[in-house]
């Protein structure tokens, strides 16, 4: 596996399922393949992720997608984000290297994303302290950009 490459692959997906009792469906292998495609930088709600499939003319219902990305998200196949929109937004989970976190803007809904490595020390830290296994490391810094200070000042 290169340092790009997604940690989960259709067969480690099945794998996993597998063992929980689970299939690997053809509509599970669609999604985990259009999160697997998505530019660096990507996010997409269940919705976005929605018409995407219906555009290309996947006939995956909001129900089967809602259920299915929040399993992968409780499996840490996708990274669950909480935007700035009332809806969560799925990316897939890159090994460790490639962690990021989001700066966002209230007003103008803009996204940067940064990495930061000091934050996953202190977070290994104090998930060691108390015991934890770390699946996931987010931090979402919710402000106001400079375009939006220029809107509301």
Request: charged share 25%; glycine share 6%.
């Amino acid at each position: 596996m290169t340092a790009s490459e997604p940690v989960y692959s259709p067969e480690a997906l099945k794998a996993e399922l597998n063992a929980k009792g689970w299939r690997m469906t053809p509509q599970r292998e669609i999604i985990l393949s259009t999160f697997k495609t998505l530019p660096e930088g990507q996010h997409l709600s269940a919705e976005d992720l929605y018409g995407r499939l219906q555009e290309q003319g996947e006939n995956i219902s909001i129900s089967t997608i809602y259920r299915t990305v929040k399993m992968m998200a409780r499996m840490g196949i996708l990274r669950e984000l909480e935007l700035t929109e009332d809806h969560k937004h799925y990316e897939i989970n890159q090994p460790r290297p490639h962690h990021h976190h989001h700066l966002i803007c209230m007003k103008t809904n803009q996204v940067i994303e940064f990495k930061n490595d000091q934050i996953l020390t202190i977070s290994q830290k104090v998930a060691d302290k108390y015991g934890f296994k770390v699946l996931d490391y987010q931090l979402s810094i919710i402000g106001v950009s400079p375009e939006g200070q220029r809107s509301i000042f």
